[in-house]
């Protein structure tokens, strides 16, 4: 998770909004990202998305059985379903997202019976940092 804060403060730094992600394979990390949404004018250049993408093009596929989804911010509906998609086997967030939460908090998509893959998952990893970070970055915006 000290990999994915570095990516967030990046983020911040970038003045996206502070989210940050890695993927470990194999106990190496093969997807590292931050937001980059404004930076890109992309609506889907979270994160989350954008680890996936580097994870897939070092493993040369879309299938990222065998790996661990570290971000600073519980996954929205996009990106949660798109864990799934790409079959991570585990998913372990920061603090949730009382907004747009959509493992655990308003829904558990990675997690649904009704999808053909589900995620181990594990919350409140480094919370109070995650946290913290996207606190610092709202209220420097509402100054």
């Excluded at 983020?11 to 404004?38: C, K, L, T, Y």
Aim: charged share 25%; with cysteine; aromatic share 6%.
């Amino acid at each position: 998770m000290g990999q994915a804060l570095r990516e967030a403060e990046l983020a911040f730094e970038e003045d996206e909004v502070p989210v940050g992600a890695v993927i470990v394979f194999e106990n190496r990390i093969i997807g590292r990202a931050h937001n980059q949404r404004e930076q890109l004018t992309d609506p889907t250049a979270h994160a989350e998305i954008l680890a996936l993408t580097q994870a897939s093009a070092e493993l040369e596929s879309w299938r990222l059985n065998g790996t661990t989804m570290y971000v600073t911010l519980e996954p929205c509906p996009m990106c949660a379903g798109a864990l799934v998609n790409a079959r991570v086997d585990r998913l372990v967030f920061g603090c949730m997202d009382p907004k747009a939460g959509a493992c655990g908090t308003l829904w558990n998509l990675v997690q649904s019976e009704k999808l053909n893959h589900q995620l181990q998952l594990v919350g409140g990893l480094m919370e109070e940092d995650c946290r913290e970070i996207l606190q610092r970055f709202f209220r420097m915006k509402r100054v």
